[in-house]
């Protein structure tokens, strides 16, 4: 059993690594190659790759708040729940493994722009997707796997009629 539990907090910290590892690594090449609030058309005007710098958090909520308050939810709170997250994760080895996945992307997207958080004091975003009517916002490789993490986490919600994290 040991090995087991041994074997399944390597996945977890290993997908929740790659994900840092991969929001990071992108990140960091944007701010290298893209000038700040460069648009470039990757794909027609459907696909746009740029560089901006989101002080607050999803869709700059948050930017105006004074410093402490600033540091207090948009820092110490998100890391607060992500650790715990992430302890749940590790100590709870009977869940399903889609479930455990989800929550791996979650955590590692989080903390992906956490890192920004505290290093930079905001968050590179540089994606944007414009097709006919839909329009996203500018998001980064963290938000696609939080995205990922929580869709998962719905869709095996709505599949099962009860899971206990």
Do not use: W
């Amino acid at each position: 059993m040991k090995k087991n539990l041994v074997g399944y907090r390597f996945y977890i910290l290993a997908l929740v690594f790659l994900n840092v590892g991969c929001d990071q690594i992108s990140k960091d090449v944007v701010r290298k190659h893209v000038a700040e609030r460069d648009f470039i058309q990757i794909i027609d005007n459907h696909f746009i790759l740029t560089n901006i710098e989101n002080t607050g958090a999803m869709l700059g909520f948050g930017q105006d708040f004074p410093p402490i308050l600033k540091m207090l939810l948009l820092q110490g709170l998100p890391l607060l729940v992500l650790l715990i997250l992430l302890y749940r994760l590790l100590t709870k080895t009977n869940l399903d493994s889609f479930l455990a996945l989800a929550f791996a992307f979650v955590i590692g997207g989080g903390l992906g722009n956490l890192i920004d958080r505290i290093v930079y004091g905001s968050v590179t975003d540089f994606f944007q997707i414009r097709i006919g009517f839909f329009k996203t916002g500018i998001f980064n490789m963290a938000d696609v796997a939080v995205t990922v993490g929580v869709l998962l986490i719905l869709g095996l919600s709505l599949r099962k009629k009860k899971f206990a994290f």
